[in-house]
């Protein structure tokens, strides 16, 4: 009788403290039935990837909304790899300029949700992830 | 990869994945934890349990620290309930921890209760166990003090903590039937708050009740019984917890000499061993009988006076059996 | 309601909007403002005596100040056109701060990034990706020097948005017009200096409460007597705004903080009208026109009662809520960046109609990117066609009397007070916080918003309604990498040229200050940034010192 449950890390790298878009995103997937892990803010590239490992998520996403997603988000990316947890998909939102995703999704963040994305759009990515696993 | 074997060499993702698969009743599951078990038995269990808000995070993230001082490799479970509604889960315990999160002796991992029939109780037993054989000595079990979770950890762990705070009624709380029973050590967090001292003696009431009455169970007026100590505790302020820390320490070296820890561990074994062949009994009725599938039909029956409650779970087991006997 | 107007209100309901409403429906069954309140049809005159006209309204520049804190308002004085801006380098941004001054803002103020917030260095691994991005980066003296280049600090006051290390910056400041041969007791300006919002808002804490209140005290202290002129606290609303609660707990939150500050202030032993005139406030403009415009009286009214009435303050100064305005940034839109232009406008004049002191009003392209030159001198235009070409300069308090406006100003009252009472028996708002009791209100409010939006209860022009395929925005303003191993370098140099063992007695001296209980902390910093300790070592020290704040409140 197994039953395999999707678990989210939804973390905020950095130093940026604006963490009404990452509550609500963390509030919003659990009513649509994730665990849903939550570490706050200012949490560095490293302390997010051993947090993934450990919790053994399907998913992390990154909110970041200061500018420094393109340092950040790949290190973690990296982090993920290096650590042989390549498997773990890695999304990201937050004010993210769209000419810097093409960059980031080469680099291995499966996607980027800017201002305005709906939860279901989100959730709608997480199950097609899953369905392709 | 070969789980058993990188678990007991404290691969990361080997624990975590494991976890993972006793979490989601997966059936390697079994062999897994039967695999490792001859390597556990080296780890000492603390439960921390007590209502929302009291600071349980804040206290184990403390304790944790002084543990590393020690040398000590530590685990926690934090557990967090599940959306009754959804099934989803917000595990936010650990972000009080977090300041750990790159230290490579500690591990935290995040429980949702997920609601299951023997739920939390078989999977975190099981959790420990694969924790324990890991290495790591000391194992934070943290659970909010609600209802069945709070009981069961009595079953999970070596000494449990019970943490109060002054100013919300735990002082009438603590009087409820059951939660007393439960802690081992007493600890009033948020000790700056107002109330605190009056907690303290309400508690200190309590348990010279439960004492004596224990006493005269046993027959005698000596206590033979380790009594239970309480610490005033502000976590948030790093005070106190270093002389929690040395009380934990001599609490459990006591029981253990005592023959109390034996004793107590057990008891668990037996209480685990009931827990899974309930399950299975259950689960092998399930599969044979279908019971989920049926289960609308006879409540349909009974509610039509069709049927009759017992005689229909009885009709049940009887053909169940004949079917196995001329297997 | 008067007796013959309610009696003829109701033969009108019966006569002529039912026969309307039966061919006619409204288009919505219940109408609410922008913070989910409920919205009459029409609105009557209130049972406004004379007397309580007097009592509730009075006049501007007396108490209880709710049409105003000064006599004449704009037709005396414009608000200050004051564009918050930031980024790169203190040279680029110093370029910024010189072209906004010539296309006629009357004051500066400045941005930071967030290391320097935090109070890191441009070379601490913490800041990697961050540095110059959200603000301009600042280590040192130096790099105020370079930011002020230019700049007679003697004819400009200058807004700074910096909490945990304002004491710092201020003490930079200074430095700065120091140099340039001007005298503290010259210098106009603010620092933001709000720790409490930090922990429920913002997140650029640093230490615990107790210690940042402190430092807090002793900037009110230091400057009541060394910088007279200086707004020593911008207590914020704006950010607890945009954190999704909702204007009466905008309000209500941010006069609460003040109480704080007042009693922590009084409590260290100043009296109250030798600091209270220096505070000032700073909120956000959104886009319910009325209810915002509302809202701004309300929070006169309220906070004039608390100064005179909990902390029996006797100057009016120190009754008066003076207070800064930015347009809410989380309104802003990715998609059809042109409507923001249209929204800014809007908020803009609600701050105006609500007698702000001064305005910051966005950019369009703000929810994607920090503003290009244009976008900037647009905003700035905005407020330039609202003062002169607009008309409602020319009287005070142009919407006293309109019936919703008085009923939605006693609506948000009566909620500020219910708020502040809930508070107060908490223990005020620190334990409030530490409870979470403050982060859940917003929390709430924030996660109905969204749900309203998604629900497409709440339109949000663009996004779920009138939507359209788009070109990719050109030209977003991007700050470049490289700017960070510049800083990385300017401040080694800077390290290179300074006396290092002066640097270190400084520090030290500061460092028994800060064990001390009683030691104004100023003097000390101000010793340090002269000799150009860094940002990062000052916050290093304190933060053995004072130890460091952990978030504790999940969701």
Redesign the interface.
Known sequence: MAVKKIRILIAKP???????GA??I???LRDEGYEVI?T???Q?PEAIVQTAIQEDVDFVGLSLL???????FP?VVDLLAASGAEDIVVFGGG?I???DIPSLKAKGVAAIF???T???QIVEFLESARERS | MDLVTEVRRGNLRAIARTISLIEDLEPEAEVLVDALYPFTGRSRILGVTGSP?AGKS?LVDRLITLERHRGRKVAVIAVDPSSPFSGGA?L??R??MQ?HATDPGVFIRSMASRGFLGGIAAATGDVIKVLDAAGYQSIFIETIGVGQTEIKIVELSDVVLLVLMPGTGDEIQAMKAGVMEIGDIFIINKKDLPGADKLRTEVEYVLSFKNSVQAAGRGDGDSEGVSNPILMTSA?QDDGIEALQEVIESYATEIESAGRLAEKRRYRLERELLGILNRKVHELMDVHIEVSKQLPEWAERLYRRESRPYSLINEQIRSFLEERKSD | MPEEIEKQKEEWKRSTVEPLLHRHPERKKEFVTGSDKPVDRLYFPGDYSQAEYLEKLGFPGQFPYTRGVQPTMYRGRLWTMRQYAGFGTAEESNQRYRYLLEQGQTGLSVAFD??T??G?DSDDP?????VG??GVAIDTLNDVEILFDGIPLDKISTSMTINAPAAILLAMYIAVAEKQGVGKVHLRGTIQNDILK?YVA???YIFPPEPSMRLITDVFAYCSREVPLWNTISISGYHIR???SDASQEVAFTLANGIEYVRAAIQAGLDVDAFAGRLSFFFNAHNDLLEEVAKFRAARRVWARIMKERFHATDPKSMMLRFHTQTGG?TL???QPDNNIVRVAIQALAAVLGGTQSLHTNSREE???LPAEESVRLSLRTQQILAYESGVTSTVDPLAGSYYLEALTDRIELDVWQYIDRIEALGGMIPSI???YVQKQI?EA??RT?RDI?KGERVVVG?NKFQMEEK??QE?L??D?AVHQLQIEKLSQVKARRNDSRVREALEQLREGAKAKDVNLLPLILEAVREYATLGEICQLLRDEFGEH???I??
Do not use: C, M
Not at chain 1, 14 to 20: I, K, N, Q, S
Not at chain 3, 126 to 130: D, I, N, V
């Open positions: 950095g130093l940026d403290g604006h963490d009404r509550k609500f963390a509030r919003a939550y706050g803010i200012r560095t200061s500018g420094a997603h393109n340092e950040l290190r004010i300029p769209e000419e800017g201002p305005g709906t939860t279901k | 808000g804040t917000i936010g315990d972000l009080r300041t948030v | 967030l290391p917030q935090i890191y913490r800041a990697e990706g961050e991005k959200v930090e913002r997140g650029t945009e954190a999704g989380s839109t990715a998609q929810a994607l990117a530490l409870k979470g929390q924030a996660f969204q998604e996004i990719k925005p977003l991007r700050v990498p952990r978030e504790t999940v969701l």
